[in-house]
Every structure is written in C-alpha cells, then in structure tokens.
C-alpha cells in the first residue's frame, strides 16, 4: 500500500485545514485508516482513526477535527477547524487492521505534511 498525505500549509489560529490521504496498491474499503502527528521535540501521537464501524478521536482534537473517507477515491480527510498553535505538527496518515491509537497497529504509512498554525 502505497500513502500520498497533503493538504498542509500555514494558518491563523481559528482557521481550517483539510488534510487528505489517498491511498493506492490494495483494496482500501478493508482497511482502518489513522492520523497521526509529530510535533518538533515531541513523538508522535495519535490523532484520529476511521474504519468500517466508525471513528475515533484524541482528546485533544475531539469537536475540532473530523475524519472521513470516500472509499471510491480511496482517500480519507481530516477536516480540522478551529485550529490552535498547539496542533502544529506534520501529520501522517497510516493504514492498518484496525481502528486503533497504537502507532505499532499501522503496517503502512504516508510521508507526512507539515501543519503550520501561526498565533
């Protein structure tokens, strides 16, 4: 499975970003697609995930972030609103067996795209 994330950039805070992650090589509609995030100095950690049943959120992004996917286009976007200072990262988009914040239960991930959010 091969991972394409973009959709990074500079925004003010309060702003909005879309991020996608197309995926190619494998049936996608089977597999559980996560969003994670690495700060500078920091590790990475988990963000959101999607899968057949549902999705799950961090804490942290929980009412601000929203994932989704079109199966059709094999993509999923992270749709994040209300961005603040401390979502500055790049975000990578990893594909696994299951829904999960586990970094280890991604077998497959994306070259990540930098979220920049200026204060």
């Known amino acids: 499975v091969q991972l394409q994330a973009s959709g990074g950039g500079l925004v003010q805070a309060g702003g909005s970003l879309r991020l996608s992650c197309v995926a190619s090589?494998?049936?996608?509609?089977?597999?559980?697609v996560g969003w994670f995030r690495q700060a500078p100095g920091k590790e990475r950690e988990f963000v959101a995930a999607?899968?057949?049943?549902?999705?799950y959120y961090a804490e942290s992004v929980k009412g601000r972030f929203t994932i989704s996917r079109d199966n059709a286009k094999t993509t999923v976007y992270l749709q994040m609103n209300n961005l603040k200072p401390e979502d500055t990262a790049v975000y990578y988009c990893?594909?696994?067996?299951?829904?999960?914040?586990?970094?280890?239960?991604?077998?497959?991930w994306g070259q990540g795209t930098l979220v920049t959010v200026s204060s």
């Open positions: 999607i899968n057949w049943s549902g999705t």
């Open positions: 990893g594909v696994g067996q299951s829904r999960s914040a586990r970094e280890s239960m991604y077998d497959y």
């Open positions: 090589g494998r049936t996608f509609a089977n597999y559980a």
